[in-house]
């Protein structure tokens, strides 16, 4: 006899774990199935930033509803959340007037932050440069998360607490619908039951979909990213954007005078070339995660990203960092890169392919932030 789900889940990252939460909520019987041993692409791949203030005003709206979830689950079981804030850091007049203006559009949207005098960011922020900072806006609602840990934890709380079904190890080859079910097999010959059918891993759709997926708008990003071994007696609290975030990330696109700052800027620049922009954050042994840059293939092409770690690109990033912070060592202890998928068009891939097998993947750089709250309102439309 085959078990009979609700809902069947392809892929374990957050996007479709976060789904799996919100249906357990509403008593449905789930199972999640995941290809590898545990999930280990762009989910564990990042820097653990729960950052909604770099969101345009709707992804924003998901990542405030993520921010309370996030913090619900924390009160029940460990996955590792801190409520830390971020801030973003200006360098000069023009990144200046952009923190200004977005902290306009917060009090607007009712979206707690505080401008931070120069004085204020040095005293808050160990080793901040001098020369480098001229004001900052800060998000104290913001949350950090460990990356690699995260998932694992959300996963166990769903099993133990929640009547989750997890199936590692478990590639899922075909679905095939039939008069009130899908049915699904793997590729060991298991076959699942269920009435409705979530495909969430990523560009790994394209088993499954191949036609789907070469028609589709889909591209990849590569992102580099390093650790510092851990920085002794020092404290780096929350998520560190700084003057590349602000001219790089959406939110700040609503602000006036958005587009005329961007006009400026050296479109030869290496920050451009490689798609830096500096971040930093302290995972809980010490160390210091900073990058990170961004390399795009359309999806049907990764091998065009290679598989290398481009040292120029550390090293570049490594040299943008030190003009920001004096961290007590930059000796790096890791490097490695995260490849997620994102859509040239829209702001995330969804895609009925009938009535009871649904596509959503592509979400790009906003899966830790925006996942468990977009997938509650995602779930609405998939069961009605």
């Known amino acids: 006899m085959k078990t009979k789900y609700d809902l069947l889940i392809v892929g374990g990252g957050v996007l479709g774990t976060f789904h799996a939460y919100h249906a357990l909520n509403k008593g449905l019987r789930v199972a999640v199935l995941e290809q590898s041993s545990r999930p280990q692409g762009a989910t564990t791949r990042n820097f653990g930033q729960v950052v909604p203030s770099g969101m345009n005003t709707k992804w924003q709206n998901f990542g405030r509803e993520s921010l309370a979830i996030y913090k619900a689950i924390q009160n029940e079981f460990d996955i590792t959340i801190r409520q830390n804030g971020s801030v973003y850091l200006a360098s000069n007049a023009e990144e200046v007037q952009l923190i200004e203006e977005l902290s306009a559009i917060n009090k607007q949207n009712e979206y707690s932050s505080t401008l ?99 028609e589709s708008d889909l591209q990849l990003s590569k992102l580099q990213m390093m650790q510092t071994k851990p920085q002794h007696n020092f404290e780096l609290p929350g998520s560190i954007l700084t003057g590349l975030s602000i001219r790089r990330y959406e939110a700040f696109y609503e602000c006036p005078s958005f587009q005329a700052i961007k006009a400026q800027e050296d479109p030869e620049g290496l920050e451009k070339k490689w798609g830096v922009h500096i971040l930093f954050k302290q995972a809980v042994d010490g160390s210091v995660i900073l990058g990170d840059s961004h390399e795009y293939a359309d999806a049907d092409k990764i091998e065009d990203l290679g598989y290398d770690l481009n040292m120029n690109i550390d090293n570049f990033m490594i040299g943008e960092a030190k003009k920001i912070f004096d961290l007590p060592t930059y000796e790096i202890q890791d490097r490695w890169y995260g490849i997620y998928s994102q859509c040239k068009t829209q702001d995330i891939f969804l895609k009925d392919i009938d009535a009871r097998i649904h596509v959503a993947t592509g979400i790009g750089g906003k899966g830790m932030t925006g996942s468990a709250g977009f997938a509650k309102h995602h779930l609405e439309t998939i069961l009605n």
Request: aromatic content about 12%; some cysteine.
């Open 116 to 214: 931070l005098t120069k004085a204020q960011c040095l005293e808050k922020y160990p080793g901040l440069r001098a020369d480098y900072v001229k004001a900052g806006l800060f998000f104290p609602e913001e949350v950090t998360v460990e990356p690699r840990t995260m998932i694992h934890r959300l996963q166990q709380y769903l099993v133990a607490q929640k009547g989750l079904d997890l199936f590692t190890n478990t590639k899922v080859i075909n679905l095939e619908e039939l008069l009130d079910q899908v049915e699904v097999t793997t590729a060991a010959g298991t076959q699942f039951s269920t009435s409705q059918v979530l495909i969430c891993n990523g560009s790994d759709f394209k088993t499954l979909y191949p036609h789907l997926f070469y």
